[in-house]
């Protein structure tokens, strides 16, 4: 795995260049450019909000700004994966004739999404400052390793999935699904306080419901993250990024002729 590592870095440059291919791409002969990104969870943000808090009233206090802190870092966890699922597949061209480390496809989707959620941090204090609600300055910096821990619990994800979905095609669909249940199974239209005692157990196997609720603690809250929160988050991304290595390095070796 260190050896994966090192050869991945030796390939920054080509990671740097292709992410920002992509990123230019995406946007190019757009007016709005950027903008199209949070069009969409801004609109979801606003119907979420207008039903969880006038018609599923869900009692907690400025209901927009609690789904705000928690939708963009979810929303960048969903896209990145599911665009780092079919990275391989629709790579193939490239894949089968230039030698490259192959982790690479799957770390540039994410990185791409990655960038989409740092920018998307100016929308989020604008509205929370805006509002009134305001941020408590002395513990932004936690942001930092929540964001971080999240990257790399979604790239193992999306190396697992994507090495998978060569063999397997139907696993995007599947997962589509699985990010929709998933959306609701993490308390970000709901706090964790109401999830009755018994279903608890199974809430605190979603490793989203520790990496949210940090973002709810610094954002929302506005309190440093729980540390046994961190704790647990790290522990799943790190089995993640294990896992999700190891399988990409296996199914590998027959990627040129499955493609």
């Known amino acids: 795995m260190l050896a994966d590592i090192k050869n991945i870095w030796t390939f920054r440059d080509m990671i740097f260049e292709l ?38 009233r869900s009692g907690i206090e ?6 705000i802190v928690g939708m963009f870092p979810f929303n960048f966890f969903t896209g990145g994966v599911i665009q780092g699922l079919g990275s391989i597949r629709y790579q193939g061209d490239l894949v089968k004739k230039v030698y490259f480390p192959r982790q690479i496809l799957p770390i540039v989707s994410l990185t791409v999404n990655f960038v989409n959620l740092l920018i998307s941090f100016g929308i989020i204090y604008s509205i929370l400052l ?45 997962m589509s699904v699985v990010m929709m249940v998933w959306m609701y199974v993490t308390p970000m239209f709901y706090s964790v306080d109401i999830i009755p005692q018994q279903y608890l157990p199974v809430f605190y196997c979603n490793p989203m419901l520790y990496i949210i609720s940090m973002y709810q603690q610094v954002l929302y809250y506005k309190v440093a993250p729980d540390m046994t929160y961190m704790l647990k988050a790290l522990a799943f991304a790190l089995a993640n990024i294990i896992i999700g290595s190891i399988v990409f390095k296996i199914l590998e070796k027959r990627f040129a002729e499955e493609l």
């Open 62 to 67: 400025k209901f927009h700004l609690y789904l």
């Open 130 to 174: 805006i509002s009134g609600w305001g941020v408590n300055l002395k513990i932004q910096g936690w942001l930092i390793p929540v964001m971080l821990i999240e990257y790399f619990f979604s790239l193992g994800l999306a190396l697992l999935l994507s090495a998978v979905e060569v063999y397997f095609r139907d696993i995007e669909h599947i």
């Open 19 to 56: 992410t920002h291919r992509e990123l230019r791409g995406k946007y190019k002969g757009s007016v709005l450019g950027f903008l199209w990104t949070y069009v969409n969870p801004l609109l979801q943000i606003l119907v979420y909000a207008f039903v969880f808090s006038q018609i599923f």
